[in-house]
């Protein structure tokens, strides 16, 4: 069981909102502030931990939103509401999504603010302002580093929209050299298979890719899953495989969007080579 402190009313509303959301059983006492009960087995030794999240969630959409926001506008020198917020969401989500979606250091900084919260428990109570307050000085330093990689990651986003707009593109002002390509999913690289069920071997995807500009793409002619299809230039794209959420995949389906079907690996057409 743990119970927590709250002396902000604004504060004690929004924990009450998320606790009522995830369904804990809890109660609320008003004593000269906000008393959560909270009637479940805790550890802030384990950062994955429901309770301790849902601090994490409270200590990032609302004791921390505004300094965020503050710095990447003017640390960051940021002005443009959009990009503000955009940033603003990735740099909640390093800290509330999935920790594999982002740096491994997310997982040391959830460890650290559970600390925090583990530090000002006593007797079973956590004084929520009062490791806020005794924690800010850190909190500053965690924040511009985490505000500084969101603004990372946001750069790299676009630079991948950008590529993928200049492959759009150059597939948008090419003509179609076949109806059909199938490509059955590879431990590295996909196989490619002509409309007859002929394999093509890597020297004759590099013929191919050889006799196109593959320069205007920024590609390079020995990467051998996205470049043979801009040389192939299909109408339609047809990949076969058991995993659906590959990597390779999932980036050509979002590159060529209708143009690609996903079948099962038993549907292929012709005999595997």
């Known amino acids: 069981m743990l119970n927590v402190y709250m002396e902000k009313a604004q504060d004690a509303k929004l924990f009450s909102e998320k606790l009522g959301y995830y369904e804990f059983d809890w109660s ?4 000269g502030g906000y008393y959560f009960e909270i009637k479940k087995q805790f550890s802030f030794q384990k950062h994955d931990n429901a309770i301790a999240l849902l601090l994490m969630e409270l ?12 710095i990447i506008r003017y640390n960051y020198y940021y002005q443009n509401e959009e990009e503000i917020n955009h940033i603003l969401k990735i740099t909640m989500d390093m800290i509330l999504g999935d920790e594999l979606t982002f740096f491994t250091a997310s997982n040391e900084i959830k460890t650290t603010i559970s600390e925090w919260f583990s ?12 490791c806020v307050e005794a924690n800010q000085l850190a909190a500053d ?26 492959i759009r593109e150059y597939v948008a002002n090419s003509s179609f050299k076949c109806e059909n390509i199938y490509m059955v999913q590879g431990k590295n690289d ?21 006799q196109e500009p593959m320069y205007i793409v920024g590609l390079d002619e020995n990467e051998l899953n996205l470049t043979p299809i801009l040389a ?15 990597g390779k995949t999932v980036s050509l389906i979002n590159i060529f969007e209708e143009q690609v079907t996903f079948k099962p690996l038993n549907q292929f057409p012709f005999a595997i080579v």
């Open 232 to 246: 192939l230039k299909p109408k339609s794209i047809f990949i076969y495989g058991d995993d659906p959420s590959e």
């Open 141 to 166: 330093t965690i924040l511009l580093e985490l505000v500084g990689r969101a603004i990372d990651e946001w750069k790299q986003e676009e630079e991948y929209q950008d590529f993928v707009n200049a």
């Open 59 to 70: 200590w990032m959409t609302h004791t921390k939103k505004t300094q965020i926001s503050e």
């Open 119 to 130: 530090e000002y428990t006593i007797d079973g109570v956590l004084d929520y302002e009062a």
């Open 28 to 31: 609320l006492k008003q004593k």
């Open 190 to 210: 996909f196989l490619f298979y002509r409309e007859d069920g002929h394999l093509y071997t890597t020297k004759e995807l590099k013929i191919k890719i050889k």
